[in-house]
């Protein structure tokens, strides 16, 4: 089956830095990724779509400038918190789209536990 | 605009018991419905989807039915065991291939 990873699974940083986070899909190409956010009470957020080959669109009330998104291939899309502050705490997910016939089906990545102090 | 809307929890059940995870969806569009279970510790896999009214998706004792008339894909399964103890979403899709999701429901299965 289709497998998405994120890399890291956890990270920490320090208020004011900038913090990277992987998602790749494994065995099949993605040209549409997802990212969200999942808050403590279990609710997923929709962030942004991610497009390879152009721009990525955002939610509504999601900052641009902050949630830097690129997708360098067709299984490789980065999420970057820039100057993060602990508000942005927060446990990340990304999701990709199945082909053929599981386009409508989403697989997601086991997500990155994002800490800052 | 679409939206899913999920039974409040969480719900607690003694192994065996019979389950039902109410959720109804707004009716824009001819969207495909799925449940999503995310088990401690792991990230959210697909648990059953059904793509059309009057559909019936099923995978492990997990069943739901695309009701069109009632706006609803109930989720049931008629004896949990501590294995199910995980969280519920309930999901639509709806442009783009974006998912809609409910709040979540946490299901503990009690020995």
């Known amino acids: 089956g289709a497998v998405v990873s994120q890399h890291p699974s956890r990270v920490i940083c320090k208020s004011g830095t900038s913090v990277k986070i992987e998602c790749r899909s494994l065995d099949f190409q993605a040209t549409t990724m997802f990212w969200y956010r999942q808050f403590p009470k279990k609710s997923l957020m929709l962030m942004a779509t991610?497009?390879?080959?152009?721009?990525?669109?955002?939610e509504q009330g999601v900052e641009k400038d902050k949630f830097l998104i690129n997708h360098a291939s067709l299984t490789l899309s980065t999420l970057t918190v820039t100057s993060a502050h602990p508000e942005d705490s927060s446990f990340y997910i990304c999701s990709a789209p199945g082909t053929g016939p599981s386009t409508d089906t989403q697989y997601f990545g086991p997500g990155t536990r994002l800490t800052v102090l | 605009g679409n939206s899913v809307t999920q039974m409040e929890g969480p719900v607690t059940l003694s192994e065996e018991a019979f389950l039902t995870i109410n959720c109804t969806y707004t009716a824009t569009g001819y969207p495909s419905l799925f449940w999503y279970v995310q088990y401690p510790g792991e990230g959210l896999q697909l648990l059953l989807k059904?793509?059309?009214?009057?559909d019936k998706g099923s995978n492990k004792g997990f069943e739901a039915t695309y009701r069109k008339e009632t706006t609803s894909f109930h989720l049931e399964k008629g004896s949990v065991q501590v294995s199910d103890s995980a969280v519920y979403f309930c999901?639509?899709?709806?442009?783009?291939?974006?998912?809609?999701f409910g709040k979540g429901i946490t299901l503990s299965v009690r020995p």
């Open positions: 059904a793509t059309k009214a009057d």
């Open positions: 999901t639509r899709t709806g442009a783009n291939s974006k998912l809609t």
């Open positions: 991610s497009n390879e080959g152009s721009k990525a669109t955002y």
